[in-house]
């Protein structure tokens, strides 16, 4: 449509008016598929189905008496159908579908080839009902007079071929195979059978192979048609696979020398290809004899009389070298390696046997050819080095490396920046002499180029160092000032361009930087830059970027003055900054420091910047900080930085108290809440292992007890036998002292626990007025040390008889209260032990009175 002029310059002339109006034609024509495209009435009728039936109800009534966009519908469903009601599907559906195909148009055909390979991949049935039920429509419909419709019915039935058995494939497919593969068949079916034939050929014995499938092949190697014949010798490489190396070298070898003198261009292209991708299987005497006379008879007419197979030749030519490389003369030798530098500059001015006059005439079809055949001698580069020794090519390829990363195509210097890995791998300690290159591809004006340079950029440049250390540290310092200045271009060409993926990975590879450049190149060239592009660009993903590399140049700094510099421009310029996006940039580079650097450092220069954003008027800042707060509190260590605790525990409190964002009040709680359980959990279980400790010194002064009792009690038992023969008078006698005594021994150590009960409940009634003492009395228990058990019971004494005013001074720490339950609970055992002492107390009284009445009778 032609821009209507302007009011000055328009003219009211019958041409132009005309022209007017035949553009608007053209809008009234842009506008009728809009309203065409709308349904009528007794269309939309049509299409209505009843809500009321079923999937497989609905599918037959579509199927019958539907359009044939609704047909397709169902059997795109198929597969759906297949998994739900397999059984019905298989009854009533496929059989419809199988009616309905034979009239269905091309999109119906495709659908159904497409559904029909997704039920064999859900395997929504067995491969016996597959075979028994799909097979056979497949098979029918690879006949289909549409090209397009037949291939996809092929692609169906080569993937079903590999889930089949091998009885149904000789009985439904390979019989009848013979009759399809035959002369009077249709091209398309002659095609087809070479594709199912290379398919069979792994899945039966080598025997079977030749009796049954050989024959045919070599019928099809000998078709009318160049089509068959270049399908044919595609499949001999699966053929050979299946039958095995001897009988590929008698029956395929044959073949592929007859069809490389092809009369077809396409035949012949096929059999080279052919013959390189089966170069393992044949001996070096086959190599020799047959394999290489044909090579050579291909290079040779490359450039003369067969172009069309020059850029495969190219592209194969690397594996061609190396695989036929013991058996190359020297002589032979050079001749290939003249040929791949005759292809490295194929289609430029200063290749030999072109003038200006021959490359004004090439058309484009043959420039596009003469750049793939660059690319292709570009991608096999690293191959030939391995087919010259890397030790000979500075003097054999160095030219042609130079005219490669030179070239004026971006294709061809594309594809050097892929290999420019492999070929500095190769080179090893000769990899100083591709420094120059390295520089100039990282200086490329194309961006695609600079892309795949960078994705092995600190592999490179540590071999370079290496290299260049091994060789002197002439050659290594040298060029570090080229690559200084070609890596800052590299990066501010990224930077200027819109393609921020490749600046992303151009930051991210830079951080290697400090295993090759001092610390000074580094911070003046490097590290300035990182924080520029932190504070001014506006893609985050760059900026995290920047950001991680300069917390890694910060770490490997080596001048405490230029830590300290930076680190306080970072709390300025981001940290404190005006905006609050490079606020939350500050956040992200703190949390690449929590990853780099050590607790201690963080601890230092950064926790409280960091918690001074608490404060921030940016809710989205108090968010991100919130979130950070969990690994902020793990680099604390305890006791050493407890006063940050502190300062933590205070900022969590003020936001709880102050926030008004409820997003943010929401992931402080659950902070909190995470904080807090854990410092409960680890309180709990420091108090059931202090009830442990308690409860195993109470049961040693048991065992103890019980064994001093013992004793007392076999000592009696004895003096008893030897007294037994005196008078019953000193008998008696003695058996009333000893019950004293022992009754005296046994409840000594009551005595004493009854003297400790009473001197504390006279100290605990002293002190109860007042309670300012009560710490120093705590505080005394805990110092003097008590192991045993009654230390435990004073003390459980002593808080019991605290009043609740003292309860409520203590609450105010969680540590407090849980230790005031756990008293509470030895007080109240300790009262059952007080009123058992006092029982004993009153039995050991009566026992004397009994024994001071006794002896005055006696006396």
Avoid at 528 to 540: A, K
Avoid at 629 to 641: A, E, Q, W, Y
Avoid at 678 to 689: G, I, M, S, V
Avoid at 694 to 703: A, C, F, N, P, R
Wanted: glycine fraction near 4%.
């Amino acid at each position: 449509m032609r821009p209507v002029p302007c009011s000055s310059d328009m003219d009211f002339g019958q041409s132009n008016l005309f022209g007017y109006i035949e553009d608007l034609q053209e809008l009234t024509i842009i506008e009728r598929p809009v309203r065409r495209s709308l349904k009528t009435p007794e269309e939309i009728e049509r299409l209505t189905v009843d809500e009321e039936l079923n999937d497989i109800e609905r599918a037959l009534y579509l199927l019958s008496s539907g359009q044939d966009v609704q047909g397709t519908s169902v059997v795109a469903n198929l597969p759906v159908l297949m998994r739900q009601n397999p059984a019905e599907t298989l009854r009533r559906v496929l059989p419809k579908i199988r009616e309905v195909l034979h009239v269905a148009g091309v999109e119906m055909q495709l659908t159904a080839a497409v559904s029909f390979l997704t039920v064999l991949q859900d395997e929504s049935v067995s491969i016996h009902t597959y075979s028994h039920s799909f097979l056979h429509i497949i098979l029918q419909n690879l006949e289909h007079r549409d090209a397009g419709v037949s291939n996809a019915w092929l692609e169906t039935l080569l993937a079903v071929i590999e889930a089949l058995p091998k009885e149904t494939i000789r009985h439904e497919i390979l019989n009848p195979l013979v009759s399809k593969a035959q002369i009077s068949q249709t091209l398309q079916s002659r095609l087809g059978s070479c594709k199912i034939m290379g398919k069979l050929a792994n899945k039966f014995e080598a025997h079977i192979v030749k009796r049954e499938i050989l024959p045919l092949v070599k019928s099809l190697c000998q078709d009318v048609e160049y089509e068959v014949r270049t399908c044919m010798c595609r499949q001999l490489e699966h053929v050979a696979q299946g039958i095995g190396t001897e009988l590929t070298k008698t029956v395929v070898l044959p073949e592929l020398v007859e069809l490389a003198r092809d009369e077809g261009s396409s035949v012949r292209l096929a059999a080279f290809e052919t013959l390189v991708n089966l170069l393992d299987m044949f001996d070096s005497d086959d190599r020799r004899q047959t394999v290489l006379p044909l090579v050579k008879s291909f290079c040779e007419k490359s450039f003369k009389a067969d172009e069309s197979i020059l850029v495969s030749l190219s592209f194969h030519l690397g594996k061609l070298c190396n695989g036929l490389y013991g058996i190359f003369t020297p002589e032979q030798h050079l001749r290939f390696l003249e040929f791949y530098k005759k292809l490295c500059t194929l289609g430029l001015q200063q290749e030999n046997g072109h003038n200006d006059n021959q490359l004004q005439l090439q058309t484009l079809e043959q420039e596009k050819k003469y750049i793939s055949v660059r690319k292709n001698c570009a991608y096999n580069f690293p191959a030939m080095i391995v087919f010259v020794d890397p030790k000979n090519f500075h003097l054999e390829l160095y030219s042609i490396f130079f005219c490669l990363c030179h070239d004026p195509e971006v294709p061809v210097r594309y594809t050097m920046a892929i290999s420019f890995y492999e070929v500095a791998k190769l080179l090893n300690s000769g990899v100083y002499t591709i420094q120059k290159e390295l520089v100039m591809l990282l200086q490329d004006e194309s961006l695609e180029v600079l892309d795949a340079l960078v994705g092995h950029l600190p592999e490179i440049l540590e071999l370079m160092i290496n290299g260049g250390e091994n060789n002197g540290s002439e050659s290594k310092l040298l060029s570090i000032p080229d690559l200084i200045s070609a890596l800052t271009t590299a990066e501010q060409r990224a930077a200027t361009s819109l393609k921020w993926r490749t600046h992303e990975k151009l930051l991210q590879k830079y951080a290697c930087l400090p295993q090759i450049l001092s610390s000074d190149q580094i911070y003046y060239r490097f590290l300035h830059r990182m924080l520029t592009i932190i504070l001014t660009n506006n893609v985050l993903p760059v900026q995290k970027a920047a950001a991680r590399t300069l917390c890694v140049y910060l770490r490997y700094n080596r001048k405490q003055e230029q830590r300290h510099e930076v680190i306080q421009k970072l709390i300025e310029q981001l940290g404190q900054g005006k905006s609050y996006w490079n606020r939350l940039r500050f956040l992200d580079t703190c949390e690449f420091i929590m990853e780099l650097f050590s607790k201690s450092f963080f601890c230092k220069y950064f926790f409280l910047p960091v918690l001074e954003l608490t404060h921030d008027p940016v809710a989205n800042v108090r968010i991100k900080l919130c979130y950070l707060l969990p690994k902020v509190k793990s680099t604390l260590k305890i006791p050493t930085d407890k006063h940050l605790l502190q300062q933590l525990e205070l900022c969590i409190r003020k936001l709880l108290c102050q926030e008004k964002d409820k997003d943010v009040l929401t992931i402080v709680k659950r902070f909190q809440k995470r904080f807090y359980e854990n410092d409960l959990l680890d309180q709990e279980k420091e108090r059931q292992e202090h009830l442990l400790l308690e409860m195993e010194q109470l049961e040693k002064e048991k065992q103890q007890n019980e064994g001093r009792s013992a004793n007392v009690n076999d000592k009696i038992f004895e003096k008893k036998r030897r007294d037994n023969k005196t008078s019953s008078v000193l008998a008696k006698s003695m058996t009333l002292t000893s019950s004293g005594s022992s009754s005296c021994t046994s409840t000594g150590k009551e005595d004493k626990k009854s003297k400790l009960v009473r001197s504390q409940s006279f100290s605990t009634q002293a002190l109860h007025p007042k309670y300012s003492n009560i710490d120093k009395c705590s505080n005394k228990s805990s110092a003097t040390g008590y192991t045993s058990s009654l230390s435990g019971m004073g003390k459980g004494c002593m808080l019991s008889f605290s009043d609740d005013s003292f309860r409520t001074r203590s609450t105010g720490n969680s540590g407090n209260a849980t230790f005031s339950s756990s008293s509470s609970l030895i007080a109240s055992r300790n009262s059952f032990n007080s009123a058992d002492q006092k029982n004993n107390g009153n039995k050991e009284s009566q026992s004397r009175k009994m024994s001071i009445k006794n002896r005055k009778s006696n006396s």
